[in-house]
């Protein structure tokens, strides 16, 4: 089954605690990217990986790391997590082949940092 | 930069009725995709109908369907025949269709939650 797995779905944490966020997917997608989703804000876009060893950073990267170091994974890095990191965080993933235009989205993750 | 905006927070509908979802952007590019995503309670994101800007019929899903004004930046979302199930966020979303940087980003919409009443 195509999919994208984020792990792990609930969490929390303290101030200061790094943290990983892990996301893979099983479609060989070229492009992956992270959102965080706050209410009244939708979803935006934290940062994005076009391929292996290639990222980039999207609206709000203040506070995260990224890597790509296998096409499949894409994890979430939060180094010294803050109380503002308490979000709904979603890893997708999508080809890059022309005509292939849907984003799959992971089951999100709930951060709350205390 | 794309903005994409929602209007309306909240909205109801009677089962079996039909409902409208707005949603207006903003975008200076001719080539670009719309989305609409559903998201139940179940927090995970569903892709409900999807819409190339260079086709100038709007896409259809079953009960789903859209009104895609290019000229106005206007793209709602109709649901007709409405079900209990269809209670949930719908987020409209915007991507453009060329360069890689700003391909690879959904710009969404603050989002619309749906109740759906007997």
């Known amino acids: 089954e195509a999919q994208v797995t984020q792990n792990p779905r609930y969490l929390i944490t303290v101030t200061g605690k790094k943290l990983t966020v892990t996301c893979s997917q099983n479609?060989?997608?070229?492009?992956m990217s992270w959102y965080r989703q706050d209410p009244g804000l939708g979803l935006r876009q934290i940062y994005y990986?076009?391929?292996?060893?290639?990222?980039d950073k999207g609206d709000v990267p203040e506070g995260y790391k990224v890597s790509r170091k296998e096409k499949r994974n894409f994890p979430l890095i939060l180094e010294s997590p803050s109380p503002n990191q308490t979000s709904l965080y979603f890893c997708?993933?999508?080809?890059?082949?022309?005509?292939?235009?849907?984003?799959?989205f992971g089951q999100g993750t709930r951060l709350t940092v205390v | 930069a794309q903005t994409v905006t929602q209007s309306q927070p909240e909205m109801s509908v009677q089962e079996a009725e039909t409902v409208t979802l707005s949603c207006t952007y903003d975008?200076?590019?001719?080539?670009?995709?719309l989305f609409w995503y559903k998201q139940p309670p179940s927090r995970q994101m569903i892709l409900v109908i999807r819409?190339?800007?260079?086709?100038?019929q709007n896409a259809t899903e079953n009960r789903f369907s859209v009104n895609f004004q290019k000229a106005a930046k206007s793209f709602s979302l109709k649901i007709s025949d409405s079900q209990l199930g269809d209670a949930a966020m719908y987020f409209c979303?915007?991507?453009?269709?060329?360069?890689?940087?700003?391909?690879?980003?959904?710009?969404f919409g603050t989002g619309t939650r749906l109740q759906v009443t007997l």
């Open positions: 975008t200076s590019e001719s080539d670009y995709y």
């Open positions: 990986s076009m391929n292996v060893e290639v990222t």
């Open positions: 819409q190339e800007a260079y086709k100038q």
């Open positions: 997708a993933s999508r080809s890059d082949r022309v005509g292939y235009t849907e984003a799959f």
């Open positions: 979303a915007y991507r453009s269709a060329v360069g890689t940087g700003t391909a690879s980003k959904l710009t």
């Open positions: 479609m060989n997608h070229e492009y």
